[in-house]
């Protein structure tokens, strides 16, 4: 047994080196001269997110303008320092001129303890990202979002319906998050893994309840999160797992049947699953065996589930409770309908400038990833953070974030940030580079067509049969959940719907087309 006297030295000793450790970890803006505000120990400027006295993306915002004259500026994220790009064009010079310098994500999953999702492309670093994301990319061509449209249509008609049945012309009230995941749901399901689900008519099925258990970011999902991102060491320990085994045993199980039913019955189908079995015909380049396969329409599934359907919340909250907006996108709708004879096609919905306008102004105000974040691996020189500062170098492992949220709602760059003005992007008004909804980079979401397809297609249908209403439980402005590190609505989306009344002339032409 240790004696007394060696204990209390250990314990000194390890004191001694902990306190030098997170001192050296929190001084760090400071020796480098960047500005910055003064951290907590242990949890750096994250403590009023972590005593939910304000949400993460409002924190980072809140940040943000203290620094109006800043290229850039310190952050601490619990004891990792971020440096946070406010300039533009250092956010293009970082993520695509100098690509190469900053390529990595810092990722999310325990690759030991989550073995398949760890190998999802988010994660992947180098040139194995480089190979999967070459090969991934034909799967989100416009061709393929064009042969996957009739199956999105035929989900988005079954959620319309369903709402339109359920909620009567008396109208109901739905939480939209629930329905709309369920929408997503079955458009993943059909587009990623080639297979039919109808959350609606059977809600209870394996791939919408593991869906909502594992993969909505609530409050632990985030601690996770958190957890393996900035102490990585003691989740190992504690073995903290992000989704664990049922789940990636569920589609593994999934992914392998697939690829059996597909090899013996000679099926093909545009999807990124037939792309990855294709690549074991080939002589030469990267086999991608069941593990990647799974984790690839995995990482997949993840972002359409939580991630699209908040946004398309997001979405339909707006529309609601700006009538003058759904006024004029239901004219729109209602002009392709009599185009189109009440059969909407890929093309005539892409070619819908106020929808895609009412789309990207939802995403300006809730960019779908509130802040992007890159990993030096090559010492590279930033330019001065102030005008009377010094460049500075930063150094392989340093991490950078760019806030999509806080540019989207700076007055610099958005007249009336917060008001919701679909028009901003029809009169050309909007500069490219300070509006990232998806990302920036050859790092920027590689499913971006498919989700912005997927919400058009599931507000087209439902403005076709249904009109949207505040309810009493809607929050108006709305509030941002103070809890996850996602955004979403406190206390949830609620809305009132309507069905339209079928029995007027122009409705029933409309309906008799769609028949």
């Not at 009493?472 to 719907?497: H, N, R, S, Y």
Request: proline share 6%; hydrophobic share 40%; net charge positive.
């Amino acid at each position: 047994m240790m004696e007394p006297s060696t204990l209390l030295l250990t314990i000194l000793t390890a004191s001694i080196c902990l306190y030098y450790f997170v001192l050296s970890k929190l001084t760090y803006f400071e020796r480098l001269k960047v500005p910055y505000v003064q951290p907590v120990p242990l949890l750096g400027n994250m403590a009023p997110f972590v005593f939910g006295r304000i949400g993460h993306v409002e924190l980072i915002q809140k940040l943000y303008n203290l620094f109006p004259n800043a290229k850039y500026f310190g952050l601490y994220d619990f004891l990792t320092p971020i440096f946070v790009i406010r300039d533009p064009e250092l956010i293009s010079e970082i993520a695509i001129k100098q690509f190469d310098n900053f390529c990595d994500h810092r990722g999310f999953v325990n690759k030991t303890l989550d073995p398949i999702a760890g190998k999802n492309l988010f994660n992947l670093q180098g040139d194995h990202w480089r190979e999967m994301r070459k090969l991934l990319s034909p799967s989100f061509t416009s061709s393929k979002m064009k042969m996957m449209f009739e199956l999105m249509s035929q989900c988005a008609e079954n959620f319309a319906n369903f709402v339109a049945t359920e909620s009567g012309i008396t109208g109901k009230t739905h939480n939209m998050k629930d329905v709309l995941c369920r929408y997503a749901n079955d458009t993943v399901a059909t587009c990623a893994f080639g297979i039919s689900v109808d959350s609606f008519k059977n809600p209870n099925n394996e791939f919408f309840v593991l869906g909502k258990k594992a993969m909505v970011f609530n409050a632990w999902i985030s601690f996770k999160f958190f957890m393996h991102r900035n102490f990585p060491l003691l989740s190992n320990l504690i073995k903290l797992r992000m989704f664990g085994p049922k789940i990636e045993n569920f589609f593994k199980d999934i992914v392998a049947s697939t690829v059996k039913v597909r090899d013996e019955q000679r099926i093909v189908r545009p999807d990124m699953i037939q792309l990855m079995m294709e690549t074991r015909n080939k002589n030469s380049g990267p086999e991608f065996d069941i593990d990647e396969m799974t984790a690839q329409a995995f990482v997949f599934f993840l972002a359409g589930f939580d991630s699209v359907s908040t946004a398309m919340c997001f979405m339909t909250h707006e529309i609601a409770v700006n009538p003058d907006v759904q006024s004029k996108l239901k004219e729109e709708i209602n002009s392709v309908l009599v185009q189109t004879n009440g059969k909407p096609t890929y093309e005539t919905i892409n070619r819908m400038k106020y929808l895609d306008a009412v789309v990207n102004e939802t995403l300006r105000l809730y960019p779908i990833a509130s802040f992007l974040d890159r990993i030096c691996i090559k010492e590279t020189e930033l330019p001065p953070a102030t005008p009377n500062s010094e460049p500075i170098r930063i150094k392989p492992g340093d991490s950078i974030w760019f806030s999509s949220f806080s540019l989207h709602h700076d007055p610099k760059y958005y007249p009336h940030p917060d008001k919701f003005n679909p028009e901003r992007f029809l009169d050309g008004s909007v500069d490219n580079s300070v509006y990232i909804p998806f990302g920036i980079g050859p790092r920027i979401c590689i499913g971006n067509r498919f989700a912005l397809m997927e919400a058009k297609v599931m507000l087209f249908y439902l403005l076709w049969r249904c009109d949207l209403e505040p309810d009493v439980k809607t929050k108006v402005p709305l509030a941002l959940d103070k809890k996850t590190i996602t955004m979403t609505a406190e206390k949830g989306f609620w809305l009132k719907i309507r069905a339209k009344n079928l029995n007027t002339p122009v409705m029933q032409c409309l309906s008799h087309g769609q028949s």
